[in-house]
């Protein structure tokens, strides 16, 4: 069995995006669909002082409709402003070093393209938590249909798959019993993530759950954070799938 997952590059994913890469043999970056307005590919959530939920943005420069692929970041002026939030917010925070390290060189290394540093911060944060799976983005990969659906099951196909792992919130893509009918069609399974938050040790008040990925690590440091974002994973039919796999 070989599993796939395939979501879109977004700015400092929450934990469960990394619990999806972490059950998947195959993840593909999904960069060659158009960007969404107000997505989370351009923005996502830290823990402020005050123990509220503050965004960080990324601004782009707009040219009508683009695949994430190709749209620019709007200069560069922001980088200082999203470190000074992050070091402002959590540097009392146990392992505030730790999170620092994987996200300011990222961020200082020049990305001119959302997806490139999307991309880059993702894998900086997948390898560290030792997150082993290949990864490619969708743009590479050949003889995708155009229909949304159908290009879920090329992709697979493509990549060596004979399973779709599909996150929890996608019934806007497909819905069980249909995407269910779909896979097998193509002699393939579909199965769907279940996934519960889990708390954590956090600094600045009371625990606010879907935070970006950084605030789980700054709390808890990479030794303990793959446990954390594992602990989050309830039984389901692509669990035992994973389980019997081992």
């Known amino acids: 069995m070989t599993i796939c997952a395939i979501m879109q590059p977004t700015y400092l994913p929450w934990i469960g995006y990394f619990a999806l890469m972490d059950m998947a043999d195959v993840f593909v970056f999904l960069d060659d669909v158009q960007l969404s307005k107000q997505s989370w590919q351009t923005r996502n959530r830290i823990k402020g002082e005050s123990g509220k939920e503050l965004m960080l943005t990324v601004p782009i420069r707009h040219a009508g409709e683009q695949a994430i692929k190709d749209v620019e970041i709007d200069g560069s002026h922001w980088i200082a402003k999203h470190l000074k939030s992050f070091q402002q917010n959590y540097r009392k925070a146990p392992h505030f070093a730790e999170a620092l390290a994987i996200y300011e060189p990222v961020l200082q290394g020049g990305s001119t393209r959302l997806c490139d540093l999307n991309v880059a911060l993702i894998s900086a944060v997948a390898d560290r938590l030792g997150i082993t799976g290949r990864r490619l983005r969708s743009s590479a990969i050949a003889g995708k249909s155009a229909d949304r659906r159908d290009r879920l099951v090329d992709i697979c196909r493509e990549v ?51 935070m970006c990925v950084l605030d789980l690590i700054a709390n808890v440091g990479v030794a303990a954070a793959g446990a954390v974002i594992r602990g989050g994973i309830r039984p389901s039919a692509a669990t035992q799938l994973v389980k019997e796999a081992v």
């Open 160 to 210: 060596g798959a004979d399973t779709y792992l599909s996150p929890a919130g996608a019934a806007g893509y497909l819905s069980e019993a249909d995407g269910e009918a779909q896979f097998a069609a193509h002699g393939m399974t579909l199965l769907y993530q279940r996934y519960e938050h889990p708390t954590y040790p956090q600094v600045n008040g009371v625990f606010l759950p879907y």
